[in-house]
Structure formats: structure tokens, C-alpha cells
């Protein structure tokens, strides 16, 4: 029994990661999320992010969004969704780590797609992106961002 009288944990302690390793986690995390936005992958999106996700972005006219529910719109109706034709280039990420739990990484998102009339189109934006780690899964996720178009 440990000092509290709870019983005591058995098996090796978790080692914690290195700076870097936790760089690494959150910007693979980073762009599975680009990843699915650019697919349309509202299932993924949602295990990325926090319920709560707060955001301002120029679709919201300079307001603050809060919840997935002004994202789902977006996944549900855009125009193609199809894998491949998009997708998002982060060039020069700067990474932040904030503690143990929070991390910070602005970049800017650069992204391809082919337009309905079958023709390349592209598009920049600068992104500042938070991430906390879950309390229920210990897994890095999106808790708030801010896009601004280039």
C-alpha cells in the first residue's frame, strides 16, 4: 500500500518524453488534422480536437467559434472530399512547448487543390495552433486555433 493506503501500482512507470520526442507526437498530430480537413474526415478531425475547440478564422467574420458544429459544416458540404485533391504544405513551423500539457506551433499552411474546372488552385495561411494533452487519453489535441489568410 503506498502512503495514501491505496494499493500500489505494479509494472514499469511510463518513461516521460523529451522535448523533442513531444515536437515530434504534436507535429505528426498537426498534420493528420491538416490531413483530414484536406480529405474530409470529419471522424478523424473530431479525435484531434477538443469538443470545446475555440477558433478564429475568416469564415467567422472576426467572431469566436466554439464546438465542431461551424466545422461540420464545412465537412459536410464541401465541394470535393475526394482523397488527393487537396492538400496542405506547413512551412516554417515554429514549436512552442507550454509545460508538460500545452504546446504551440504557428506555420504557415499552404494549400493545393484542384478546382471544380479541373485546374490547380492554391492558397496560404498563417496558423497559430494550441495543443493540450487529453486527460483520457494522454493524447495531444487541438484545443484552439487562429487562421488568418495570406
Known amino acids: 500500500l503506498t502512503a495514501c493506503g ?3 501500482m505494479s509494472g514499469p ?4 518524453h523529451t522535448s523533442q520526442e513531444e515536437e515530434e507526437i504534436v507535429m505528426s498530430t498537426l498534420r493528420r488534422l ?3 480537413i484536406d480529405c474530409g474526415d470529419y471522424s478523424t478531425y473530431c479525435e484531434l480536437c477538443d469538443a470545446d475547440l ?3 478564422e475568416p469564415e467567422a467574420r472576426g467572431m469566436l467559434i466554439e464546438g465542431l458544429t461551424f466545422h461540420k459544416f464545412y465537412f459536410d458540404n464541401a465541394q470535393s472530399n475526394t482523397p488527393g485533391s487537396s492538400q496542405s504544405t506547413v512551412a516554417h513551423p515554429k514549436f ?3 509545460g508538460a500539457d500545452h504546446a504551440l506551433v504557428t506555420y504557415t499552411r499552404i494549400k493545393q487543390a484542384v478546382g471544380a474546372d479541373g485546374n ?3 492558397s496560404a495561411s498563417n496558423e497559430t495552433r494550441v495543443f493540450s494533452k487529453s486527460g483520457a487519453t494522454g ?3 487541438c484545443i484552439h ?3 488568418s489568410n495570406v
Open 6 to 8: 491505496q494499493p500500489a
Open 13 to 16: 512507470t511510463p518513461r516521460k
Open 34 to 36: 491538416l490531413h483530414a
Open 54 to 56: 475555440t477558433s478564429f
Open 96 to 98: 512552442t512547448l507550454l
Open 120 to 122: 490547380p488552385k492554391e
Open 139 to 141: 493524447n495531444w489535441i
Open 145 to 147: 486555433f487562429h487562421r
